[in-house]
């Protein structure tokens, strides 16, 4: 039967369990600047010694149950380093070291000495790279894919001006880029310049390419009005990349699909494109510092014409030739983008994120790390932006989720509790006391 000597296993259960309690409201306030981090709570449960009768159940206590950490969104600092990475929303990071794999919401990372992603305890960071396998891997801004190095598409978008003047001479012949160099004959005793295309054409732009090498070469498209509702588009690249000889340099050289050397727009009269259904422009240019020929789908099927200035709305290519890493930049969707030194972007890779059904069953190995355990489930893989995952947000930190003035009343609390079953040991000697001197 429970007696007086009870209440001091009792007391002395609230005193180690108020006391743990103190120690988890301890660690949070030391956290409050780490990044990351979560704050936790200890959860108690009262204690019940067996052998007693339902009627007359007397507890043993109290003792912590759990300390669970809450998975709250964190407040974002902006930091403006590309590399700061923070969550906004659900998900985790993923590190790697050799097979084992640790998980953390803290986005700290840095470029090791090799090139790889990782995180500030050099861990690597990972994510789907470009022409992986499409398991997560370790992420490298010095291994870009070089299945893109050549334009192999082209897309053009813009405006061509209905109110222009219809062209009335015959657009200049210029010699053809198939590697022959230039002569005189009677049909054309001198070279064209783009100066005489410029002077025949309503408008041009500009588009680079790259080779299969990876050299930069430009491709200059000129607009002529040849009719009521209808443009005629030529490509021309300069003759020095395209002529054997080399003699000539800085002039014009046309580019042609097989047999044709141009396209004919025809457009409608709501100013929209009616004829060719696929305004592809397809040429086969030669260049002459040893690449394979450039083959490239050129596409001007989202030009209009209407009575406005004619402009270039947007050029879109698929080449990004051949450059070192600049810079390195991280999308919200998690892509990351590597400015190369010839002004070309390439995707290097995506940052993966995982999931789990409870993530509060992680368990704290330190180091800003999380593992799985039986209680958290299993991860769930994925980008950020997609599914239930958040977006990472670069040049941001998500601070910790610990409130200073919470904690603080909350050790308010605890440290009563701990005085108060302090008091009852006190008291319990005293009337132990008062038994023995009874005798």
Known sequence: MPSIVNGLFSARSGIASHGAAIAVIGDNIANGSTIGFKSARAEFQDLLAGGQ????????????SNVTGSFEQGTLEFTNRPLDLAIDGNGLFVLGKGDQRFFSRAGNFKVDSSGFITSANGLKVLGFPSGGSGALEEININTISQ?????TTVSITGNLNAAD????????TVQAANGTPWSATSANPTQTTYADLSAS??????VDVFDT???????SFFFTHTGINTYNVRGYVNSDEVDTSGTFKGFPRLISQGVTNQLNLGFSGNGTLSSPTTANYTPTVSWNNQSSASNIAINFSNFTQFSTASNILSISQNGQGIGNVGSVNVEKNGDVFALLSNGQAAVIGTIGLVNFSNPEGLVRVG??????????????????????????????LELSTV????????LITLQRGFQANSRIITTINQLLNDIIQLA
């Open 53 to 64: 009768t339902s009627s007359k159940v007397i507890g043993s206590g109290s003792a912590i």
């Open 147 to 151: 299945d893109n190095v050549a334009t």
């Open 165 to 172: 003047t219809i062209q009335a001479s015959a657009i200049p």
């Open 201 to 206: 054409a309503q408008y041009s732009t500009v």
């Open 213 to 219: 090498l990876g050299a930069k070469h430009t491709v």
């Open 367 to 396: 180091g800003n790390l999380l593992q799985q355990s039986p209680s958290s489930g299993e991860p769930v893989i994925g980008r950020p932006a997609t599914g239930t995952f958040g977006v990472v947000q670069s040049g941001s």
């Open 403 to 410: 409130d200073i003035a919470d904690q603080f009343v909350k």
